[in-house]
């Protein structure tokens, strides 16, 4: 049984403020302009922020240099120093550098604006429908679990969702609260494993 009660991650594109792209669609024609396309870092071979790239290449239709770091943070300081153009962070790891002007975000990955940076449009809403990268926390019991005791944590996971001071500790922290059904979040499990295992096949990815 599956139930997403939790909280999801976006992630957001971002360049280095040199990068002369100050949209989605203008950052895709650099990307095509360009003898190699553009350089991006990410945390290792394989990793989500590595496969959020491939994705958006695959659908925008450019060709990227993949910078692969060992670890998140040696890939955001490099962004950070402009070593490379682009990244597409998660919230909690560049949300500060974000706010702070040191990278400059185009557009978050998630389905909806962030909560997080609602003057910040979407992937989808910025040219390129279909594509969504979120991180997520949902609750799993072993097959064969009580209808009745499913129901009950969706219930109270739920409730504990709504409360206001849940909101803001989930939010302070770069996440936002998500509540499906059991049905639902199932659906969205199989689904995501479907859209990863193409992404990893055609990109050839293998993890560090």
């Known amino acids: 049984m599956c139930i997403r009660c939790g909280c999801s991650v976006s992630s957001a594109l971002a360049v280095h403020p040199s990068v002369p792209a100050k949209t989605v669609k203008e950052f895709i024609a650099l990307a095509k302009s360009k003898k190699g396309g553009i350089t991006y870092s990410s945390g290792g071979v394989g990793g989500p922020t590595h496969l959020a790239m491939e994705l958006f290449k695959t659908l925008a239709g450019f060709d990227a240099t993949h910078v692969p770091y060992k670890g998140t943070g040696p890939a955001m300081i490099d962004l950070i120093g402009g070593q490379v153009d682009a990244s597409i962070p998660t919230m909690p790891g560049g949300l500060l550098h974000v706010r702070s002007g040191k990278v400059r975000a185009l557009a978050v990955t998630s389905p909806k604006r962030s909560l997080l940076l609602p003057d910040v449009p979407t992937v989808a809403e910025a040219g390129i429908p279909g594509y969504e990268v979120t991180g997520w926390y949902g609750f799993l019991a072993p097959a064969g679990t ?27 922290d770069g996440a936002e609260p ?16 479907i859209k990863w295992e193409r992404v990893i096949k055609q990109s050839g990815a293998k993890a560090d």
């Not at 129901?151 to 500790?169: C, F, G, H, Q, T």
């Not at 998500?178 to 494993?193: C, M, N, R, S």
Request: no cysteine.
């Open 178 to 193: 998500v509540g499906t059904t059991p049905a639902e979040f199932a659906a969205y499990i199989k689904a995501e494993i």
């Open 146 to 172: 009580q209808r009745e005791v499913v129901a009950k944590i969706y219930e109270e996971v739920s409730r504990m969702l709504k409360l206001p001071d849940v909101i803001d500790r989930l939010v302070a």
